[in-house]
């Protein structure tokens, strides 16, 4: 059957910021129908049916991820979809699969012949190697946005946390997409988990979700609040043993008067304070964040970075045990990924509000 003509979502240059780039440099835009002859026998055409929107799609519209991708350009880090043409060297993979497209390998945030592909359009091409069955436990929706949360979650709290059963972790941000991997993936560590957050709402989300407690980082009068005697009331006094900061600015501070000695801080982000980089791609650093060394010091903190896709470029070996968990996970039915909001294709602006804005529970699709 012919393959028919269809739409992307287009980012023409860069903008000051995520917020203003929704209205001034995105374009919903006619896609022509992929001309399978031009592609490499060991491709695969997906027809996306699910498209992940993420904090770093938003960011990367502004040129303030780490990673930027040359405008014009598609976004979208993460699809799940059918198969809808295979090279002739492409083994184990047949028209009509349900599959997940790897982030790391194909779109945006990827190197190579595969970055024009994001996933916000009706068709990506990705290597055959890229190309993973989709759980059949999980709809096109939850498998859209798996690899990329539950890796960063694993890499985070296994690799570089080192959380073990019966630790206290502190999780904020917990009702992002990362966050709420990392709530599931300490329960499966068999952690206690105490998740933070701005929304009472969305935190009893979390909590159903499977977090054993839940912690409100502002007041009534949305203004931030302390919560270490909550943590440490929660902890007998002790504190945790794990922080998972993807938060930032203050919350990264008060932080950590919520652990015990020697406890372990994880740098994932700065949702708190995106612009740690200037807009339109100039980059530098002109609202880097601070820690106390006191408290360092004299918490004997290991503060510890952690940058999943720039560990898994600096050593790619990293990735496989993983991947491999994470995907096993998934098709056992062990992870479930949360999606509270799905929108079509043509009101991609009103997804990425959804998701800037912190209207997001978990994931938020996009449908082609």
């Known amino acids: 059957m012919p393959l028919a003509e269809g739409k992307r979502v287009v980012v023409s240059e860069f903008a000051d910021n995520p917020a203003e780039a929704i209205d001034t440099v995105l374009s919903l835009q006619p896609m022509p129908a992929p001309d399978v002859h031009a592609l490499k026998d060991t491709d695969v055409l997906v027809r996306v049916k699910s498209a992940a929107v993420g904090w770093v799609d938003l960011l990367m519209t502004s040129g303030q991820y780490q990673h930027m991708r040359t405008p014009p350009y598609t976004p979208g880090l993460e699809a799940a979809g059918e198969v809808a043409w295979v090279g002739s060297a492409v083994t184990g993979t047949q028209i009509g699969d349900a599959v997940i ?153 008060e932080s950590m008067r919520c652990v015990g000695f020697g406890a372990r801080f994880l740098i994932v982000g700065w949702a708190a304070t995106p612009f740690v980089a200037a807009g339109k791609g100039k980059r530098g650093a002109p609202n880097a964040n601070h820690l106390p060394t006191n408290l360092i010091m004299m918490k004997s903190l290991d503060v510890l970075g952690c940058p999943t896709v720039i560990s898994t470029t600096k050593d790619p070996k990293s990735r496989a045990p993983r991947l491999k968990q994470v995907l096993a996970w998934a098709h056992a039915g062990t992870i479930v990924p949360r999606v509270s909001h799905v929108f079509p294709l043509s009101e991609y602006k009103a997804a990425l509000r959804a998701k800037w804005s912190g209207q997001v529970t978990g994931g938020c699709v996009l449908r082609p």
């Open 101 to 253: 497209v790897d982030g790391f390998l194909a779109g945006p945030r990827s190197s190579g012949d595969y970055q024009q592909y994001g996933s916000f359009a009706n068709y990506v091409v990705a290597p055959t190697e890229a190309i993973h069955p989709k759980p059949a436990s999980l709809s096109f929706d939850q498998a859209a946005g798996l690899l990329s949360s539950y890796e960063t979650a694993y890499h985070c709290l296994v690799t570089r946390g080192r959380l073990s059963h019966g630790e206290y972790v502190l999780i904020h941000g917990a009702s992002g997409a990362t966050g709420l991997a990392a709530v599931h993936v300490a329960k499966l560590l068999g952690a206690t988990v105490i998740a933070t957050g701005r929304n009472a709402a969305k935190l009893q989300s979390v909590r159903e979700e499977g977090a054993d407690h839940i912690v409100l980082t502002q007041d009534e009068a949305g203004q931030p609040r302390s919560f270490r005697d909550d943590v440490k009331a929660l902890t007998d006094g002790k504190g945790v043993h794990v922080v998972y900061d993807a938060v930032g600015g203050d919350i990264s501070i």
